[in-house]
């Protein structure tokens, strides 16, 4: 059984930071590649960043680039996603997730991602 569990979100002023966990259960997470994605009412959840297997390869959605880093710690089994500059259009319920088929070339292929978190919320004030 995997189990993702995010953590980290909250409410934060624009130009503000928060740094995301992902803990995994059930799965060595050195093996996956893993994303982060953001889902906001009524709209489609959409991709935000990827990390390949050992973490040499990155990938960001455009408007995300710069701002934020995911990096992975793999011997605490954990994805983080530190978010800088923070804007209101930011604000969403981000998930985590575990790709289980396909390659990294296809990184931001939403059901490519087998298991995923419960989400955490982020919200940024203006």
């Known amino acids: 059984q995997v189990q993702l569990v995010e953590s980290g979100g909250g409410l934060v002023q624009a130009g503000g930071s928060l740094r995301l966990s992902c803990a995994a259960s059930g799965r060595t997470l050195s093996n996956y590649v893993m994303g982060w994605f953001r889902q906001v009412p009524g709209k489609e959840r959409e991709f935000v960043a990827a990390?390949?297997?050992?973490?040499?390869?990155?990938a960001y959605k455009d408007s995300v680039k710069g701002r934020f880093t995911i990096s992975r710690d793999n011997a605490k089994n954990t994805v983080y996603l530190q978010m800088n500059s923070l804007k209101p259009e930011d604000t969403a319920v981000y998930y985590c997730?575990?790709?289980?088929?396909?390659?990294?070339?296809?990184?931001?292929?939403?059901?490519?991602?087998?298991?995923w978190g419960q989400g955490t919320q982020v919200t940024v004030s203006s």
């Open positions: 990390i390949s297997y050992g973490g040499g390869s990155t």
């Open positions: 997730a575990l790709k289980t088929r396909g390659y990294w070339s296809t990184y931001n292929d939403i059901p490519s991602y087998g298991y």
